[in-house]
């Protein structure tokens, strides 16, 4: 195991009695070629998205690997191909992070459209001055039209919550490659991504990350959304061509951005990103909240159990 996890989850595993556990408990991401020596031999892997797991991984882990579990719902960070040549299943977690996900989302959705960065520094700065009617002013979200990139789970449940922000006027639509049968009961209407891009005033990235999605969002892109658009990313970071997001800014494109994952992780503090005031970027905890990760750490514990016990997994990939 590559990590502490929540307590009640590692408990589960502790108590295992038919498997010797090795654990990575240094409180960072395990240093790569640590990482190759400690993998020798080992039936199960129960790693992070910080961990890289590629053929050279499991060239080292060698023969006897029978499971990978990765404590995340997404597995971008996995070459599935090598894993299937091996026939190694992967557990991942998906359901569990959904509204965590879906409460950060809207949480920066807010942030962002309001300008609270902005708003937080200025108290803190000293430059709060007396009430004015025309400082600060943000975006409202009554009668505007949402777009949600990726109406899978997380997407699904974005825009359910954020459906009373809009009203009745308001409207929410979506671009996916599939037509999803839950957009109906959410009043969501599919359309072609370019028209997504024309007609959004809060365009939301809720999809997985896959050669597809891979830096989706780039300048040609930024040039075809309204000048306001607030535009929050909580999927992956290279979903955004990160370059083309500061030119997009420092020629004055988009109104706001609010980004719960960026490239790299963790972001230096020198990064342009950072200079633009109308950015607010935390650092991917979509899903830190001890409910939900405690839950993640028990399937991912459940995964990788199962998987060297040679039972099927709770929740593998497909
Ligand atoms: C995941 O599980 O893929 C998330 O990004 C973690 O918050």
Redesign the pocket.
């Given at each position: 195991m590559l990590r502490t996890i929540p307590s009640k989850s590692q408990k589960i595993l502790e108590s295992a009695k038919d498997i010797e556990l090795i654990h990575w408990n240094e409180g960072n991401v395990i240093p790569r070629e640590k990482l190759l020596e400690l993998a020798k031999g080992v039936d199960g892997i129960l790693c992070m998205?910080t961990e890289k797991i590629d053929s050279e991984l499991l060239d080292a882990a060698g023969p006897n690997l029978k499971v990978v579990s990765t404590l995340?719902?997404?597995y971008d960070h996995v070459d599935l191909n090598e894993l299937r040549k091996r026939s190694i299943p992967l557990g991942y977690?998906p359901g569990v992070?959904t509204d965590a996900?879906a409460d950060i989302t809207v949480m920066l959705v807010l942030a962002s459209a309001r300008r609270m960065r902005e708003g937080i520094r200025a108290v803190e700065n000293g430059r709060w001055c007396k009430w004015d009617p025309t400082w600060m002013l943000g975006t409202q979200l009554t009668n505007k039209t949402i777009g949600i990139v990726g109406l899978g789970r997380i997407g699904s449940a974005t825009a359910l919550r954020l459906k009373p922000f809009i009203g009745n006027e308001g409207k929410i639509i979506y671009s996916s490659r599939t037509e999803k049968s839950e957009a109906a009961s959410i009043g969501a209407i599919k359309v072609e991504f370019d028209v997504l891009l024309r007609d959004s005033d809060v365009i939301c990235i809720c999809c997985a990350m896959n050669e597809e999605t891979n830096e989706m969002f780039n300048y040609e892109v930024f040039k075809k959304m309204k000048k306001n658009v607030v535009l929050v990313n909580t999927a992956r970071g290279k979903i955004i061509r990160q370059e083309d997001l500061c030119r997009a800014l420092s020629e004055g494109m988009l109104g706001s951005v609010g980004l719960d994952v960026c490239t790299p992780e963790p972001l230096d503090q020198k990064d342009p990103l950072l200079k633009f005031d109308r950015v607010t970027v935390i650092p991917?905890i979509?899903?830190a909240t001890l409910e939900t990760r405690t839950l993640m750490g028990n399937i991912a514990v459940k995964n990788v159990l199962s998987g060297v016990r040679g039972e099927p997994l709770p929740h593998s990939v497909k």
């Open positions: 998205l995340s719902v997404g977690t992070l996900t991917h979509g899903s």
